[in-house]
């Protein structure tokens, strides 16, 4: 009997100590080093909620920038990888088919020439940001889907600067854009014809 209080005195203070103390101090450090990452930031249009920036979203239209794809369709609980190796035919697939509907969005532009993220899911599944070359690549269907003249497309890629984030530290990650602010951005500039 005394062993099995002794076991149960352990499984308590490493659960405390495990799920408690130590996700709090994480919580706390990441607040205090990175407060704008740790913190879920809310976006709204016209009070609306439409979105977090820190959680990816689907957008499937032509008129706006598509994220990374999701192995979890952008399903926040579970969220999840593939767990596709490089060499998994499922995978494989995958690419092609996102290859092909990518390749049909974007006919002016060569297969070879579409940004990895836009073909490979995040390990996560919700990434919400794409590298600059990916938001690049995607600038003429916008223009072409909105119908944007030559004045609004220079808005759009001015929009686009704005938004670009730069490696952490400059050394950590990549020059990104985060896809919900900029489909945000995009509506407000095409709303003020």
């Known amino acids: ?10 499984v308590l203070v490493l659960g405390i100590v495990t799920g408690v103390l130590y996700p709090a101090f994480n919580l706390f450090l990441a607040r205090t080093i990175f407060p704008q990452s740790a913190n879920l930031e809310i976006l709204k249009k016209s009070d609306v909620v439409v979105g977090a920036k820190w959680v ?18 952008y399903n926040s609980y579970p969220s999840s ?3 596709l190796g490089p060499t998994a035919a499922g995978l494989k ?5 996102r ?10 532009k060569s297969a070879e020439d579409i940004p990895l993220d836009l073909l490979t899911s995040s390990a996560s599944g919700l990434d919400p940001d794409i590298s600059l070359e990916a938001a690049i690549f995607q600038v003429d269907r916008i223009v072409r889907s909105r119908k944007l ?7 759009l890629n001015q ?7 730069k490696p952490i530290f400059g050394l950590m990650g990549t020059t ?10 995009l509506d407000s500039l095409t709303e003020k014809k």
């Open 1 to 10: 009997m005394n062993s099995l209080v002794r076991s149960f005195r352990v």
């Open 56 to 73: 990816g979203q689907k957008f499937q239209s032509e008129k706006y920038f598509w994220g990374r794809p999701s192995a979890s369709d």
């Open 81 to 83: 990888a593939s767990n």
């Open 93 to 97: 697939a995958e690419i092609q088919n």
């Open 99 to 108: 290859t092909r509907v990518i390749h049909d969005a974007h006919p002016t």
């Open 149 to 155: 003249n030559s004045e609004q497309e220079w808005k």
């Open 159 to 165: 929009i686009l600067s704005d938004l670009t984030q």
């Open 176 to 185: 990104r854009v985060n896809v919900l602010e900029l489909n945000l951005a």
